[in-house]
């Protein structure tokens, strides 16, 4: 409850250096004490909690919590808070408790403010037409679908009525500085709204803005930072002088030294680091670290950008309209250069520059390669490749998100329906290819791009291990739990439990989906079925809880196809024959990756070892530095998982001998 203040406190602050134009617009709480306000201008309706705490600053240093040299304007301060050193003034604010707010230039909102909700991001295309409304618990999906499903105009309209009614139900006269939070050396600060446990240090400007920290995901904003137009969601550290206007920082991102980003969206652990960015969508782990870096009018996911990575979407004409796609798991050497328009496929790593247009999105796990003015295409040949599965490996390890309740729902399978799919269709038109242009081709020509027919070759063989592969670790997972049975037994177990999953997946910018269950989704927006953003991310939850099910829905349907026979037809023989096809695949490939992780140790990669002594010197220099290669954490991690899966296909075939029995 709070009360006026009475004549002897009003008389105490007043010869404490406080001044009012009217103290009866000031009200406190029953337990107030005067003396922990001096040198303090108010006016406004002023309301203040109680005193009785101390704070603790860097080196040791501390404070006891109370309001000192600073002018209030219209706040609600909570208990236990610290205001010091206000150069201006601090205007209509709810401060809750424990809540620190020293050496700042000012805090302030005007007007009706929504806080970056509502504010419209113009991706991919610079120039407009794809822009998505960001609100505080925009996914990457949902993302998604506003920016690259224009043609559905009905559910465009409806989402963004619906982030327009959310961005009106937080909009307010008054910003929020929740509990805990903390904000020192700071300079200007207008239409901020600042979670828990946030931590603000040495910003230079902040304009209308959330940070959505919280206890278990704090955010960190640090020193010299720019923000205008933005909303940071838990868990997010942006500091060392970076600079965002019009963008939507996602969980566990991590945007630093002196990075730069404008009119873009960062998703789930994405980090930006000296570089910048203008009109992008970075779905979850687009990863750039270097100066010369610049990403531009794109989507990406799962990206690794090299130095000097580069994209034109000029081409003098019409404007800035051109817009490219870098599917998952890409990679750009350092100095790579792709003319916009363009869409690489998932897992490709580009090397050199690109002029051509080419679409890859059909030939995934491979390279593009810049040879004179052509861009070359070696089908399959990441599959091999150490650095792929590393990737994918440390993803889940380097997840940042602890907030509990998570945006982005992120399948990390690097083999699933939807790469999976793309490699059957990659196979057919490698064949085509070979059949129409015949066996003595100097090259075959695709989508703008050169494959050498060696290459072809290798692609087509590289695809079939990965399929069988694939196929083979679904078929195990299903039956991972059957016990000794009579063939019936076996077929009811190889049924699906449900018809979702058959036909075409896709990649929601991390969310892994049957193409069906997305279309039922746009389709239920559209008619109103799904009416509110909480019905949408909880149709994301669905499709991403359910993958499991869905995904053997539709590789049962694969191996039915590909063995040409129905589940009605298998027998336990046709399950050892599939395990001992999946035993060699999964083998040859991570022997293949053994293969390539072992020319890290090569002699050549040993040059500038022992730098001042003898080949021997060398070697123990390296040895030294990056151990011995078969104590490498990778290399016994491949060598006991081609022992694990060995074992795991041999009990599966013991299991369906003694059924055969």
Request: aromatic share 10%.
């Amino acid at each position: 409850m709070y009360r006026k203040l009475k004549d002897d406190e009003i008389d105490a602050l007043t010869h404490q250096a406080c001044r009012c134009d009217d103290w009866t617009q000031v009200e406190v709480d029953e337990r107030f004490d005067v003396k922990y306000i001096r040198n303090t201008n108010f006016s406004g309706e002023v309301r203040i909690g109680f005193f009785d705490g101390e704070v603790t600053f860097f080196g040791g240093v501390k404070k006891h919590t109370g309001i000192f040299n600073a002018t209030i304007h219209n706040c609600t301060i909570g208990n236990n808070v610290y205001i010091g050193q206000v150069r201006n003034y601090i205007a209509n604010y709810t401060i809750e408790d424990n809540v620190v707010i020293e050496n700042v230039d000012m805090l302030a909102v005007e007007g009706v403010c929504s806080f970056g909700n509502g504010v419209e991001i113009s991706v991919l295309n610079e120039t407009g037409g794809r822009e998505v409304p960001m609100y505080d618990n925009l996914s990457a999906h949902l993302a998604y679908i506003l920016a690259l499903y224009r043609h559905r105009t009905g559910v465009i309209d409806r989402i963004t009525a619906m982030i327009n009614d959310y961005a009106r139900s937080v909009s307010s006269d008054k910003g929020v500085i929740c509990r805990y939070a903390r904000l020192t050396n700071c300079r200007t600060l207008r239409n901020l709204r600042v979670g828990e446990y946030a931590r603000l240090d040495g910003i230079y400007r902040v304009t209308n803005g959330t940070i959505n920290s919280n206890r278990e995901a704090p955010v960190y904003f640090g020193p010299g930072v720019i923000a205008d137009n933005f909303i940071a969601c838990s868990g997010t550290e942006i500091s060392q002088g970076s600079e965002i206007f019009h963008t939507f920082v996602g969980q566990g991102c991590v945007l630093g030294k002196q990075y730069s980003a404008e009119h873009s969206l960062f998703f789930a652990n994405c980090q930006g680091l000296h570089g910048e960015a203008c009109a992008i969508f970075a779905g979850p782990y687009t990863v750039t670290h270097h100066k010369s870096t610049l990403l531009i009018s794109g989507y990406f996911s799962f990206l690794n950008a090299g130095s000097g990575s580069n994209q034109s979407n000029h081409k003098y004409k019409l404007g800035p309209i051109h817009q490219g796609i870098v599917e998952r798991g890409s990679k750009t050497t350092s100095d790579s250069y792709i003319l916009w328009p363009a869409r690489v496929g998932a897992f490709t790593l580009v090397m050199g520059r690109h002029y051509k247009h080419s679409d890859t999105s059909d030939i995934p796990f491979s390279y593009l390669i810049e040879s004179g003015d052509d861009s070359v295409l070696v089908p399959g040949v990441n599959l091999r490749s150490v650095g792929t599965v590393r990737d994918a490996q440390k993803w889940p390890r380097r997840d940042k998100r602890t907030d509990p309740h998570k945006l982005d729902f992120i399948n990390f399978n690097l083999l699933s329906p939807y790469t999976v799919h793309r490699m059957i269709k990659a196979v057919d038109i490698l064949r085509t290819l070979k059949k129409i242009s015949g066996d003595t081709s100097d090259f075959y020509s695709y989508q703008s791009a050169k494959i050498k027919p060696r290459a072809l070759e290798n692609g087509l063989k590289l695809y079939d291990i990965a399929i069988n592969k694939f196929l083979g670790n679904s078929l195990i997972k299903r039956l991972e739990t059957l016990q000794n049975g009579d063939v019936e037994t076996l077929r009811e177990r190889l049924r699906p439990d449900t018809t979702v999953g058959v036909g075409e997946w896709l990649d929601l910018a991390g969310l892994i989906a049957p193409k069906s269950e997305v279309e039922r989704l746009l389709t239920d927006i559209e008619t109103g079925t799904v009416a509110s953003l909480d019905a949408i991310t909880a149709r994301f939850a669905e499709m991403y809880d359910n993958y499991y099910t869905c995904e053997w829905t539709w590789a049962i349907r694969e191996i039915q196809q590909k063995y040409g026979k129905s589940i009605d037809e298998f027998t336990a023989d046709d399950v050892v024959r599939i395990v001992e096809i999946w035993k060699e695949s999964v083998v040859s490939l991570d022997r293949m990756l053994y293969d390539d992780a072992r020319k890290e140790f090569a002699l050549h990669s040993r040059t500038g070892f022992g730098i001042d002594g003898d080949d021997s010197a060398r070697d123990d220099d390296f040895e030294q530095v990056r151990g011995e290669f078969e104590q490498n954490t990778f290399v016994r991690e491949i060598t006991d998982h081609i022992r694990r899966k060995t074992l795991l296909g041999d009990e599966l075939i013991g299991r369906m001998t003694r059924t055969n029995q």
